[in-house]
């Protein structure tokens, strides 16, 4: 009795980048990220504080430290592009002609850019102390 040994055939896939898959495993990724950051922010703001006290002063006490600030850093750069990224999946499936499509995409991507530097610069210039002496002129 002779037993035939089985033919091994290896071949190399070569993988090129491909922009969807890459979108698709952010998604996933910044989801598990922002689960993390966005109930703890809840946690923070809403739950061991209370809501009535969210003023323009809290905010200033929060910001006074680098940590609140790194901390909504991340939480907006990772909500941001997410979002967005939703979007441009339901617009990509409402919208079938690839020059439209592409022109959102580029039109998203420059939002998506300059949201993020306007927003983390203006977190990262924030200045407490000038909150503070605004929020002693508003009323209540």
């Known amino acids: 009795m002779t037993s035939a040994t089985p033919t ?12 969807e898959r890459y979108a698709y495993m952010f998604m996933r990724m910044s989801g598990l990220i922002l689960l993390i950051l966005a109930v703890g922010h809840m946690m923070i703001q809403h739950v061991l ?14 910001w006074n430290s680098w940590g609140w ?6 939480l907006l750069l990772f909500a941001i592009p997410h979002g967005v990224n939703g979007l441009r999946n339901v617009l990509e499936d409402y919208i079938h002609n690839p020059k ?3 022109i959102i995409n580029i039109v998203l991507a420059i939002f998506v850019v300059a949201t993020i530097i306007w927003a983390t610069v203006g ?3 924030f ?7 605004a929020a002693q002129g508003l009323p209540g």
């Open 8 to 19: 091994i055939t290896r071949r190399k896939v070569q993988v090129k980048f491909n922009f």
């Open 49 to 62: 504080n209370s809501s009535g006290n969210l003023t323009l002063i809290f905010v200033a006490d929060q």
């Open 69 to 74: 600030k790194v901390y909504d850093i991340f």
């Open 100 to 102: 439209t499509i592409r």
């Open 123 to 125: 977190i990262a210039l």
């Open 127 to 133: 200045d407490p102390e000038a909150a503070r002496q």
